[in-house]
């Protein structure tokens, strides 16, 4: 199983991005599923993350700007991106709790980052 990351690239400060992470396998089940960043220099952090039934969480710097959301029959998690600005330059990974199949689960799965970059 694996989580294939896309939809980075360009915006200008105030503009919209959206990122998709669609977990690739046969799989039953996924628990929480999250969207973190790394800035330049900076360590990965904790953006937004949806639980299995759909409740979310933000980090203050982002709350109001970005909209984490889920769907469950495409194994696929989002992350729309309003009102950017530069400072939310970054690579951006998708991680899933716990992923299950049949007889099997993965925990701590990562996908493998998507870069946006904020600039006019």
């Known amino acids: 199983v694996q989580l294939q990351a896309s939809g980075g690239g360009l915006a200008q400060p105030g503009g919209s991005l959206k990122l998709s992470c669609a977990a690739l396998?046969?799989?039953?089940?996924?628990?929480?599923m999250e969207w973190y960043r790394q800035g330049p220099g900076k360590q990965r952090e904790l953006v937004a993350s949806v639980t299995n039934s759909g409740d979310t969480n933000y980090d203050d710097s982002v709350k109001g700007r970005f909209t984490i959301s889920r769907d469950n029959t495409k194994n696929t998690v989002y992350l729309e991106m309003n009102t950017l600005e530069v400072q939310d330059t970054a690579v951006y990974y998708c991680r899933a709790d716990r992923i299950c199949g049949r007889d099997w689960c993965k925990f701590g799965v990562w996908g493998q980052g998507t870069l946006v970059t904020v600039s006019s």
């Open positions: 396998g046969t799989i039953d089940s996924i628990t929480d």
